[in-house]
Nanobody, 124 residues
């Protein structure tokens, strides 16, 4: 199982970056994919998620600036980041999560995977 995040780098405030998360080793289409970030000295926080069916959710801090999308044929999820701010500086991680129901009583189990991070630095 592997989640590979890429696309980070140094960008000026107001600029754009596109992050990619490529998955292998599991049934990608079953999983919700999320992007999380962790800035120096801060806790990890959720940025955006996309469900297996394509429903998206965003943190208030990135709404209108970031767009998450997925391509199940390529096992990839992208995070398009526009109008970047210095406070977006962080290590960005992708996460895959699925819940499988195993019987009619509703018993289930979860699977979750994390990728390594990719650093985004926004200079002001």
């Amino acid at each position: 199982v592997q989640l590979q995040a890429s696309g980070g780098g140094l960008v000026q405030a107001g600029g754009s970056l596109r992050l990619s998360c490529t998955a292998s080793g599991f049934t990608f289409g079953d999983y919700a994919i999320g992007w999380f970030r962790q800035a120096p000295g801060k806790d990890r926080e959720g940025v955006a998620t996309i469900s297996s069916g394509g429903t998206t959710n965003y943190a208030d801090s990135v709404k209108g600036r970031f767009t998450i999308s997925r391509d199940n044929t390529k096992n990839t999820v992208a995070l398009q980041m526009n109008s970047l701010k210095s406070e977006d500086t962080a290590i960005y991680y992708c996460n895959a999560e699925a819940t499988y129901v195993i019987n009619v009583e509703g018993a289930s189990y979860e699977r979750q995977y994390w990728g390594q991070g990719t650093l985004v630095t926004v200079s002001s």
